[in-house]
């Protein structure tokens, strides 16, 4: 069986704590489930709330905490991740086939989240991005319900260009497209090879799945991964989930659609990714030129349905 280690940055997150571990404990993994824990810059009770789930779930869950007090300018995502990452590489075996999965202290994942993950690995992928679900036990208004729904239309009609122009063995379809640190899994050996995660105030996730892409990795989007996250809009880090569902609120309360790039634009771009895959070492050439490419004007309305 394989080792793995699950990866937690929180920053007063007491009251999420208990929902994590209660959805850790419950998974159809067997055995003891590590945990590596990281507190930093935290003023409310979490010690006290860990210390009891510790005792509650202590037959399930092996809870390893560090703590850190980082300096205002480094008290961002970025240093929360790779501490929490970096530990869990710590508390991993020595085996770079070990696997190192990072989630949010307000996700809520499903009983097979972790034994779906491992499945996928053995599929051939390198690394693992989870599909972000809304947690319905905190629904979103209509409104904002419905803008949802359509980006998710979008992203799907974007998914199938990119299946049908450049499509990956490795990451078939039906996919989704997320893999930020809410439910993102790697191999160790592949994170000690990226240089671990990027300790930047945001995005530390997508340039931590870039710099994995750039040895060469293969990342897939299995559409049997996926976690329940908070739909809150005061989130812990900047450019982070609740960031975005802020912009949505307001979205929403505007009434106006949202404008995305025209997939005319994805087509293209799809086909460019074709052409340079096919040369040598094609796959780690895309993830080096591609974040240099111009970004896509946003020139076509969202539809949203009626």
């Given at each position: 069986?394989?080792?793995?280690?699950?990866?937690?940055?929180?920053?007063?997150?007491?009251?999420?704590?208990?929902?994590?571990?209660?959805?850790?404990?419950?998974?159809?993994?067997?055995?003891?489930?590590?945990?590596?824990?990281?507190?930093?810059?935290?003023?409310?009770?979490?010690?006290?709330?860990?210390?009891?789930?510790k005792?509650?779930?202590?037959?399930?869950?092996?809870?390893?905490?560090?703590?850190?007090?980082?300096?205002?300018?480094?008290?961002?995502?970025?240093s929360?991740?790779?501490?929490?990452?970096?530990?869990?590489?710590?508390?991993?075996?020595a085996?770079?086939?070990?696997?190192?999965?990072?989630?949010?202290a307000?996700?809520?994942?499903?009983?097979?989240?972790?034994?779906?993950?491992?499945?996928?690995?053995?599929?051939?992928?390198?690394?693992?991005?989870?599909?972000?679900?809304?947690?319905?036990?905190?629904?979103?208004?209509?409104?904002?319900w419905?803008?949802?729904?359509?980006?998710?239309?979008?992203?799907?009609?974007?998914?199938?260009?990119?299946?049908?122009?450049?499509?990956?063995?490795?990451?078939?379809?039906?996919?989704?497209?997320?893999?930020?640190?809410?439910?993102?899994?790697?191999?160790?050996g592949?994170?000690?090879?990226?240089?671990?995660?990027?300790?930047?105030?945001?995005?530390?996730?997508?340039?931590?799945?870039?710099?994995?892409?750039?040895?060469?990795?293969?990342l897939?989007?299995?559409?049997?991964?996926?976690?329940?996250?908070?739909?809150?809009?005061?989130?812990?880090?900047?450019?982070?989930?609740?960031?975005?569902?802020?912009?949505?609120?307001?979205?929403?309360?505007?009434?106006?659609?949202?404008?995305?790039?025209?997939?005319?634009?994805?087509?293209?771009?799809?086909?460019?990714?074709?052409?340079?895959?096919?040369?040598?070492?094609?796959?780690?050439?895309?993830?080096?030129?591609?974040?240099?490419?111009?970004?896509?004007?946003?020139?076509?309305?969202?539809?949203?349905?009626?």
């Open positions: 069986m394989v080792d793995l280690c699950v990866c937690v940055p929180a920053r007063n997150e007491a009251n999420r704590l208990p929902i994590l571990f209660g959805a850790l404990a419950a998974q159809t993994w067997p055995g003891v489930i590590p945990i590596s824990l990281a507190i930093n810059n935290t003023t409310d009770d979490s010690l006290l709330v860990i210390d009891l789930e005792r509650r779930h202590a037959r399930r869950l092996d809870i390893r905490v560090v703590q850190a007090e980082f300096p205002p300018a480094q008290a961002h995502a970025g929360a991740r790779k501490l929490a990452m970096d530990a869990g590489l710590a508390i991993a075996p085996d770079p086939g070990a696997i190192l999965v990072s989630t949010d307000d996700a809520r994942p499903p009983i097979e989240w972790l034994a779906r993950i491992v499945a996928a690995f053995d599929r051939g992928a390198d690394l693992i991005g989870g599909r972000i679900e809304v947690d319905p036990n905190e629904p979103l208004p209509a409104s904002v419905r803008l949802r729904t359509a980006w998710d239309r979008y992203w799907e009609t974007v998914r199938a260009i990119e299946d049908n122009i450049d499509p990956l063995p490795w990451d078939p379809a039906p996919r989704h497209g997320d893999h930020t640190g809410a439910s993102l899994a790697m191999r160790a592949l994170y000690r090879a990226c240089g671990g995660v990027p300790p930047l105030p945001t995005g530390e996730d997508r340039a931590l799945v870039t710099a994995a892409l750039k040895t060469g990795a293969r897939a989007h299995p559409a049997d991964v996926w976690t329940f996250v908070s739909p809150r809009r005061d989130g812990r880090a900047q450019g982070g989930m609740a960031d975005a569902m802020h912009q949505m609120f307001e979205s929403a309360e505007t009434g106006s659609p949202p404008l995305a790039p025209a997939l005319d634009h994805w087509r293209g771009r799809a086909a460019w990714r074709k052409r340079l895959r096919g040369r040598p070492d094609g796959d780690a050439l895309i993830a080096r030129r591609e974040p240099l490419l111009p970004p896509m004007p946003h020139d076509m309305v969202l539809e949203l349905s009626a």
